[in-house]
């Protein structure tokens, strides 16, 4: 009798954590450089959300088709790979999911609107302006 209260309380304990799992909403980070996603992973405060990472925007574009559509997606601009992040932001505009650009390139990039461009930086505040963005785009 004990061992069955313990047993049903474990599994509601389990079951609990597995639905506050999937109530997270779904974020996507492109970007082709594993050292900047573990320092992204260091430094964003994202255990709000569900995140998927991806080194490459073709990936995540066949992902897009097959899987849950993220709420809100961050993407480097200078991808490692035919396919630059402007691209992915128009892709992800026509199918209605919030997305930001990231880089640290300087110079004007045609289509976004700077509001949308997010310059990288080793300040604290980049990190900060992201979450608070994410925040607004997901309303989590």
């Not at 594993?34 to 992973?41: G, L, S």
């Not at 209605?96 to 930086?121: A, C, F, M, N």
Request: charged content about 25%; proline content about 3%; glycine content about 4%.
């Amino acid at each position: 009798m004990i061992i069955d209260g313990l047993i049903c309380a474990i599994l509601s304990y389990l079951i609990m954590r597995v639905i506050r799992h999937w109530q997270k909403p779904l974020i996507w980070i492109i970007e082709d450089s594993p050292i900047e996603i573990i320092y992204y992973q260091s430094n964003f405060r994202l255990q709000d959300y569900n995140v998927k990472y991806y080194t490459s925007a073709e990936m995540a574009v066949k992902d897009l088709l097959k899987l849950k559509q993220p709420k809100a997606v961050i993407v480097d601009y200078l991808l490692g790979n035919n396919i630059k992040g402007d691209e992915v932001v128009k892709f992800c505009d026509f199918h209605g999911i919030e997305t930001i650009l990231i880089t640290q390139y300087d110079g004007e990039i045609k289509g976004i609107p700077e509001k949308r461009v997010y310059r990288k930086s080793l300040d604290d505040s980049f990190f900060r302006r992201i979450e608070s963005w994410l925040h607004q785009a997901t309303g989590n």
